[in-house]
């Protein structure tokens, strides 16, 4: 399996911007589809956007469409959620995760591997 740590979370005005970073080691990043999820405190851990693993294709949810933008550098290994107009109720815990293709990094079920999650707070 291939390891993922998060990084970017913290505090930020609505309005403001954010930008995630998932590093990843351990097996052949660019074998894997990427995705993130968020988790807000009493509600299901839901998904936010998946990258195919060539960054070609990306899949985000209706939530964030036209806000949040992912990317990835497959020679950093490392995979990127740039966050822009956040709002207080874009507030969780944001979770790295990889599979072995979009369709897998954009259910819960279908994930292989996860990050340990990097808090996001938006400040109304």
């Known amino acids: 399996q291939v390891q993922l740590i998060e990084s970017g979370g913290g505090l930020v005005q609505a309005g403001g911007s954010l930008r995630l970073s998932c590093a990843a080691s351990?097996?052949?990043?660019?074998?894997?589809?990427m995705g993130w999820f968020r988790q807000a405190p009493g509600k299901e851990c839901e998904f936010v956007a998946a990258?195919?693993?060539?960054?070609?294709?990306?899949d985000y949810a209706d939530s964030v469409k036209g806000r949040f933008t992912i990317s990835r550098d497959n020679a950093k290994n490392t995979m990127y959620l740039q966050m822009n107009s956040l709002k207080p109720e874009d507030t969780a815990v944001y979770f790295c995760a990889a599979g072995p293709r979009l369709g897998m990094v954009r259910v819960v079920s279908g994930v292989g591997s996860w990050g340990q999650g990097t808090q996001v707070t938006v400040s109304s």
């Open positions: 351990g097996r052949t990043f660019s074998n894997y589809a």
């Open positions: 990258i195919t693993w060539s960054g070609s294709s990306t």
